[in-house]
């Protein structure tokens, strides 16, 4: 069966032939790559929206000009956020993930609505409606269960009340509910937060007083055994203050773990604390102990993990600030992560791997090299065999370091390279 989407006077036609269907998919990249026009005043002349991967890039939506319409063609009455302003229109075309969140931010708008239709343009049929969920009194909707490839239609308008004015719209991939976790396997900087919950309540104040509110998944399993921790370092939104980040652990024990997953399932660790270190930040820490901290003044910290090789975990990061912003989830321990977890989850996600140092050759049959791409003071480095066994015990990196099959023997390894905040680690053959 063939299937067509409209936009503005144009089809969008995908057939089951090959060279159709790679021809709609450089139409869609290409169009997604193009900055948004100005906004219409109705869905079928509505400019395309680029979903940015992992970091919003907002535009300015400006009602001025616009008029209500609240005809079927447009869309009938919003059911939400007082509708009767001006409204326009922006389309997306759902990336593979079918994971976006809509997200607005004030202008000289400081209360917006904001509805999502699926097509046809000219018969929009109404997804989900949204008043005050975003900072503030703007809105968002944030999901992850529409069809890949198809085209959605936003319309936005002044809330409670009449007038026009401006505010910002951004369309971004979204990690809020547990299958479009991100694989990770380092430190990891977010520079927007997810702005919703997604499609389920992975968190209902069952476990730590938690219930969700802006969220994101990641996911990483390890290549060895050992200790690990890791800690949210938030944004600050003045000087000295931090949203209040909780978040839930779970080990994936068997698989389809998301599949299976409610928020019935308890975790084996969670912290609900309103309290923060220094920095604003939660996790794992020495000073955890207790891996089950509730709601309001506590211990930000939950005891730091003993891991094994091949396990998987889970974290749900919940925004109980509703701040959307950016933070940094740093990790640590003895354990290594596996990197290969990046290309293997099949889910969209927010973190790159810039490479810093290289192992070469693999294989090697006397020396190992390690080249670095950056100044290495400050720098070290430990060889860990296959079981997580230390090798060469940590030491400072040089210019010109290499490892000796003299010194550790042929086989496969593991060399972590790190500076105390980042840690990379390489894979190498020795025969």
Same mark, same amino acid.
């Given at each position: ?121 000219? &018969? ?51 990690? &809020?509910?547990?299958?479009? &976790?991100?694989?990770?396997? /380092? ?50 939104? &003045? ?191 020795? /025969?």
């Amino acid at each position: 069966m063939d299937h067509r989407s409209l936009i503005g006077s144009q089809f969008l036609y995908l057939s089951k032939k090959p060279l159709m269907r790679s021809l709609l998919a450089f139409s869609v990249l290409l169009l997604a790559s193009l900055p948004a026009s100005a906004q219409s005043d109705t869905p079928c002349n509505a400019p395309l929206l680029p979903v940015a991967r992992d970091t919003c890039s907002f535009v300015t939506v400006n009602t001025a000009g616009a008029l209500y319409q609240s005809d079927p063609a447009n869309g009938g009455l919003a059911p939400c956020a007082f509708p009767g302003s001006p409204d326009v229109w922006y389309a997306v075309i759902v990336p593979p993930s079918g994971a976006i969140s809509f997200t607005t931010r004030e202008g000289s708008i400081t209360d917006a609505g904001m509805a999502v239709y699926a097509g046809p343009c000219t &018969a929009p049929v109404l997804l989900e409606c949204d008043d005050d969920d975003a900072a503030g009194f703007m809105a968002v909707v944030d999901r992850s269960d529409f069809p890949p490839g198809d085209t959605l239609f936003i319309r936005l308008w002044k809330a409670a009340g009449s007038g026009t004015g401006t505010f910002e719209l951004c369309a971004v991939e979204s990690h &809020a509910d547990c299958r479009v &976790a991100t694989p990770i396997c /380092e430190t990891t900087r977010v520079e927007g937060n997810a702005y919703g919950p997604g499609s389920n309540q992975d968190a209902f104040a069952n476990f730590c007083d938690i219930s969700e509110f802006q969220s994101h998944w990641f996911t990483w399993r390890f290549l060895s055994s050992g200790t690990f921790w890791f800690k949210i370092f938030p944004d600050s939104v &003045a000087p000295g203050f931090y949203p209040d980040y909780d978040w839930l652990l779970w080990q994936d024990n068997a698989p389809g773990f998301c599949s299976a997953f409610n928020n019935n399932l308890p975790p084996m660790a969670c912290n609900g604390s309103s309290s923060t270190g220094p920095s604003g930040e939660t996790g794992l820490d020495t000073s955890g102990t207790s891996f089950s901290v509730p709601a309001g003044p506590g211990n930000p910290f939950c005891p730091i993990l003993n891991v094994n090789a091949g396990e998987t975990y889970y974290l749900l990061l919940n925004n109980f600030s509703t701040s959307s912003t950016g933070f940094t989830l740093r990790l640590g321990g003895s354990a290594v992560t596996d990197c290969d977890i990046l290309t293997s989850v099949a889910s969209a996600t927010s973190t790159t791997r810039n490479n810093r140092f290289d192992c070469y050759p693999v294989p090697a049959r006397e020396r190992v090299y390690l080249r670095a791409h950056v100044r290495t003071q400050g720098y070290t480095f430990t060889v860990l065999d296959l079981l997580g066994r230390t090798i060469l015990p940590t030491q400072a990196l040089q210019p010109d370091t290499y490892l000796d099959r003299a010194t550790i023997g042929s086989g496969t390894f593991f060399v972590i390279i790190g500076n105390g905040e980042w840690r990379e680690v390489e894979r190498v053959v020795v /025969e």
